[in-house]
């Protein structure tokens, strides 16, 4: 058989798992990423790794019930065969990053030692130190140097991803990228594509994410006429140090090792914190969510800590919103050894030990669950079908998309420390399904026509070119991308309301026609910053109007999707008859609004008008029925009563009527 | 611990930096001055970017954008390394309020100069990172099959082993080893890229591995099943350039930002070379 060749767009995780694999599988691979890949995003991942394990088994875990976990914190928007293989594959991952040399935190007896994270009573987390991410990361970079050293993979690092190459059947045959220091643009022709290029948190100006994360390279992919789904699911995460330059991540895991979330009971209290006795302090998400206390999942902490500070008036400081993340209590030898790393981070940016004065924190932008629509082949069993060419296929055919710039793993909410793992997964499970598409294929990368790959670089040559020469623009690419975040973040971040959104909307029409009107400061053509720049702020455009599209049609919440003018009440009435009663109207309009909302957003990008087409496919629910999400709701107990006694009826009926046939 | 940031009385209403540019490889470097308002809470990085997007030096002229290399902004991707006020550090973490503190005037930013410089304070860090192939830093394992889990390891080990996995191949301890010499190759006439390419390597490959690479070295020389090839990453060290080349002055691990104790890893890799070459003695 012909050597066959794949290009991997991005060195995080997701892009260096499948390089590895590829190579393992005897592909040669063309790994492009737009800075050295040991400095890729997936290195601000800090608190871990979930897998069901020994331990969590022999208190009753599976990874059936991991699966359940990560589709009920995702509010049932996720796709479940994705989420069942990869939940039964957590354990197999872990063990693998432990014999590549991860430095898993220990148990006395030399196990790997774990943690508990949101939205789960499991401690499934595994973890080195508070820098996980960098961990994993660095395991996978030193096998792709592996294979680097034996010539399987070549690197092309400082190289920025412009778009795929596609033939006149609209199979993707290679992509065309730029040589950030030389300016060059190429060619990369290639059997099959994957992008790895994470998620976009530029699009809201700050976020936790990297300065690379700005989601132009799934953008190219989109505006290509690949699909761009759940568009206006982002994660906002409850924890992060304000910053002027970036909101830096403070880990989920410094809850999972027993941090506290509070403000003062009176609003902007002076006395310092520790002097602060316990009867005047607001635990509020221990008192408000009993069962998960401070570990509820991401998107209920974030709209808790906001409404703490928006409309209770609770913030810390008066001129800033913040509530404590307090470790305090915590013995200071036990806080080094699990979380140094993110301690660390936050006594060098605000000059404070946290271990001895609780942090000041609020929630940031942090993760897309939204990304390029990908395909799967279920299995008889439920789960997917492995080597399937059609595995994580978006609707480019031969374009692949994994880790946080595909969409199907995390639904309306990702739990924390399982975005490692889907990265890890989707890398590595994504390796067979490519060998096998490619043998499938008539025509090679050497059999690419070269016309076809000298247009696609002409394309993009032109494009360069009359972005340096225009020196009629008027605007500058970065006031415009400081306006543009203002905008999103003021619009879509933790409540969403319909009336913002349409005014957001036609703003964001104006801001990317000026986008395209930008002049550059830098006309050169060595390492000219100035025009990448440029050119990926015009790219966020597409993804930016297709988040706002998609948050105004869904009308309701979900997940990190949150509308209060569609939010569902919780029960009045004390009197149980009236409160029974209350409780089927409920689980009515639930059922109601899920025949409606239960459905992935899908954008299409229209060219000639510049805006989004949206559309709704259906989710597939098969393995676990969906349910009501009623983490701390009143009436909880009376809605879970109604909700049972009916899914009990329907899986009797079920059953009737194939016991019948 | 760290004292807390000072917060100056009168803050100034502009911060005066002074940075050493070069347009490219072999050019002729040069300092231009830029004014930038002052804000609470900036670090160096926030000032590039005011930089880039006023693209005006201190005297009104339209000038291009100071080029830079950054990523996480947090201190763990090793991007965002440069020389401040004279000191090799992370321009993230650099936060303007302490270095006004040490020196009112002015805020200096240079270039690493043990790496070539690209453009401005843009270096090419090729070498770095081509010394971790050198000595083999990895697991060699069979493959990325499932075959259980790795060796149990004891919690001593993995607290050996977790601060020197935290090396974000920054090059802090690169710039300030007085072992370390730059290495600027221009193409000569004719040559192909691959050739080029090829030189290239070869000379990275006769100079000092550095600091990094050593200890890098010895953390896979001490993973259960890294030290399989424990032999050939003695052999790279016990070469020209290897861990006799480092001349003990301990600057690295001064100035490493992570706390990384490379002198220790160093020491080690001395003692590891040393009876390995007295074995080979033996056994020739």
Redo the contacts between chains.
């Keep these: 058989m012909a050597q066959q060749r794949v290009v991997v767009v991005g060195g995080g995780l997701a892009g260096l798992a499948a390089t590895?694999?590829l190579a393992?599988l005897g592909a040669q691979v063309d790994l492009i990423s737009l800075?050295?890949v040991?400095?890729?995003?997936s290195?601000?991942a800090q608190g871990g790794i979930n897998s069901c394990n020994d331990q969590t088994r022999q208190l009753g875990d599976n990874e059936w019930k991991h699966f359940d976990d990560t589709v009920y914190g995702g509010d049932f928007l996720n796709h479940q065969p994705p989420v069942k293989e990869m939940a039964f594959w957590a354990p197999?991952v872990?063990?693998?990053m432990?014999?590549?040399?991860v430095?898993?935190?220990?148990?006395?007896?030399?196990?790997?030692d774990r943690r508990r994270f949101g939205g789960t009573l499991y401690k499934r987390t595994a973890f080195?130190?508070a820098?996980t991410g960098?961990?994993l990361l660095?395991?996978l970079d030193?096998?792709v140097?592996?294979r680097?050293?034996e010539g399987l993979v070549r690197k092309f690092e400082f190289w920025d991803f412009l778009g795929p190459i596609q033939d006149e059947t609209g199979r993707c045959r290679g992509v065309v990228a730029q040589d950030m220091?030389s300016m060059k643009i190429e060619a990369f022709p290639a059997d099959a594509v994957i992008v790895a290029t994470g998620g976009c948190g530029l699009l809201f100006g700050k976020s936790t994410m990297?300065?690379?994360c700005t989601g132009s390279a799934a953008s190219r992919c989109f505006q290509a006429g690949a699909r761009y789904a759940n568009c206006e699911f982002i994660q906002v995460h409850p924890t992060a140090i304000p910053?002027?330059?970036?909101l830096?991540?403070m880990s989920e895991s410094a809850r999972g090792e027993g941090g506290r979330v509070w403000v003062p009971r009176t609003p902007h209290d002076s006395r310092a914190p520790k002097d602060i006795p316990a009867g005047d302090r607001f635990y509020f998400l221990e008192e408000r969510y009993p069962k998960y206390g401070n570990l509820v999942p991401r998107d209920i902490a974030t709209r808790e800590i906001f409404d703490i500070c928006v409309n209770e008036g609770l913030s810390v400081d008066s001129d800033r919103m913040c509530v404590y993340l307090d470790l305090t209590h915590i013995p200071k030898a036990e806080l080094d050894?699990k979380l140094g790393?993110i301690l660390e981070?936050y006594?060098?940016?605000?000059?404070?030990?946290p271990r001895f004065e609780p942090m000041k924190i609020f929630p940031a932008v942090h993760y897309s669950m939204a990304g390029l629509w990908a395909d799967y082949a279920k299995s008889g069993d439920g789960g997917l079908l492995p080597g399937s060419p059609r595995n994580q296929m978006t609707s480019i055919e031969g374009l692949y998309a994994i880790g946080e710039c595909d969409y199907h793993y995390h639904g309306a909410n990702r739990l924390g420390a399982n975005s490692l793992l889907s990265c890890i997964f989707s890398g590595?499970f994504v390796g067979p399904s490519i060998i096998n598409y490619i043998a499938n294929q008539q025509g090679g990368y050497a059999e690419v026509p070269s016309s076809l790959t000298e247009a696609a670089v002409k394309t993009q040559q032109e494009r360069h070119d009359k972005l340096l020469k225009t020196s009629t623009g008027d605007e500058?690419p970065?006031?415009i991308h400081?306006e543009m975040g203002d905008l999103m973040t003021r619009a879509a971040t933790v409540v969403r309301r319909n009336k913002q959104l349409e005014e957001a909307i036609g703003h964001i029409d104006e801001l990317h026609e000026r986008a395209m009107r930008v002049s550059l400061?830098?006309g050169?053509h060595?390492?000219?910053?100035?025009v990448i720049f440029a050119k990926s702020v015009q790219d966020m455009f597409p993804l930016a109007k297709s988040l706002l599209h998609g948050a105004l049609l869904r009308d309701e919440c979900r997940g990190a999707h949150y509308k209060p003018d569609f939010e569902k009440p919780s029960l009045t009435s004390e009197e149980p008859v009236e409160r029974r009663r209350q409780a089927e109207v409920w689980c009515d309009e639930f059922e109601a609004n899920n025949r409606k909302f239960l459905k992935s957003t899908i954008a299409t990008w229209d060219t000639n008008s510049n805006q989004p087409q949206m559309s709704y496919e259906d989710v597939d629910t098969s393995l676990i029925p969906p349910r009501p999400r009623l983490y701390g709701l009143v009436g909880a107990e009376a809605i879970e009563e109604v909700w049972n006694e009916r899914a009990k009826a329907k899986a009797d009926s079920q059953q009737t009527a194939t016991s019948t046939h | 611990m760290i004292a807390p940031i000072p917060t100056k009385k009168n803050p100034p209403s502009e911060i005066r930096v002074r940075v050493l540019r070069q347009n490219g490889p072999g050019e002729e470097p040069y300092w231009e001055l830029f004014d930038v308002g002052y804000e609470r809470e900036m670090n160096v990085i926030s000032v590039l970017q005011k930089i880039a997007a006023k693209g005006k030096n201190v005297d009104g002229k339209k000038v291009a954008p100071v080029a830079w290399d950054c990523g996480c902004l947090e201190e763990v991707c090793g991007s965002c390394t440069m020389v401040i006020n004279g000191q090799v550090r992370q321009s993230c973490s650099a936060l303007v309020d302490r270095l006004l503190a040490d020196e009112p005037d002015e805020i200096v930013l240079e270039p690493m100069s043990k790496f070539p410089v690209i453009r401005d304070l843009m270096v090419d860090r090729q070498r770095l990172f081509r010394a971790l192939q050198r000595v083999k830093a990895w697991v060699p394992v069979d493959s990325y099959y499932n075959l259980g889990p790795g060796e149990r390891q004891s919690t001593k080990e993995q607290e050996r082993a977790y601060p020197l996995s935290q090396c974000m191949s920054c090059g802090c301890c690169l710039e300030a080893c007085p072992q370390y010499n730059k290495i600027e190759l221009t193409r000569n006439e004719g040559e192909t890229d691959e050739q080029f390419e090829a030189r290239k390597l070869a000379a990275f490959d006769e100079a000092f591995v550095g600091a990094h690479a050593i200890s890098q070295a010895m953390l896979f020389n001490h993973n259960p099943t890294g030290k399989a090839i424990a032999g050939e990453r003695l052999d790279a060290l016990m070469g020209p350039g290897g861990v006799s080349a480092c001349g003990n002055a301990q600057n690295c691990v001064a100035v490493c930002p992570k706390e990384i104790p490379l002198t220790t890893s160093i020491a080690r890799a001395g003692r590891a070379t040393t009876f390995a070459a007295i074995k080979k003695w033996f056994e020739t």
Excluded at chain 1, 38 to 41: G, I, P
Excluded at chain 1, 98 to 101: H, V
Excluded at chain 1, 526 to 530: A, F, G, H, V
């Design positions: 590895m694999k393992e800075t050295p040991k400095r890729s995003h290195v601000c197999k872990i063990d693998l432990d014999r590549l040399g430095p898993f935190n220990r148990t006395g007896e030399g196990f790997i080195a130190g820098t960098q961990q660095y395991a030193e096998q140097r592996r680097e050293a220091v990297s300065v690379f910053g002027a330059d970036k830096r991540l050894r790393g981070i006594e060098k940016f605000q000059g404070v030990d590595l500058n970065y006031l400081q400061s830098d050169g060595w390492t000219n910053q100035n």
